[in-house]
Nanobody, 121 residues
């Protein structure tokens, strides 16, 4: 079982950048696909990005493709989400998640507590 803790959220102006981090603990991190999912107030959870266990494959939602980049460091048990050209509609609580399956989905086995990203226009 893996435990996940996100950090790096905050308040940023539209057009700016943020880098989210997710620190994992527990066993088996390098075997899991990792993902970022977000939830804006009053909206359902939305898939943002995912990365395969070895970092060789990535998925992005259409809304962030070309602006966000997901990476991982298995030696440090870390996952990152680099967010550029931020828009007000990116405002949400961002969750880090882990699963044995690599897919564009909001159904993940393990979740962090979330980190808030607020983009001011």
């Amino acid at each position: 079982q893996v435990q996940l803790v996100e950090s790096g959220g905050g308040l940023v102006q539209a057009g700016g950048s943020l880098r989210l981090s997710c620190a994992a603990s527990g066993g088996g991190f390098s075997r899991y696909a990792m993902g970022w999912i977000r939830q804006a107030p009053g909206k359902e959870r939305e898939f943002v990005a995912a990365i395969s266990w070895n970092g060789g494959y990535t998925y992005y939602s259409d809304s962030v493709n070309g602006r966000f980049s997901i990476t991982r460091d298995n030696s440090e048990k870390m996952v990152y989400l680099q967010m550029n050209s931020l828009k007000s509609e990116d405002t949400a609580l961002y969750y880090c998640a882990a699963d044995n399956d690599f897919a564009r989905t909001i159904a993940w086995d393990y979740w962090g507590q979330g980190t808030q990203v607020t983009v001011s226009s």
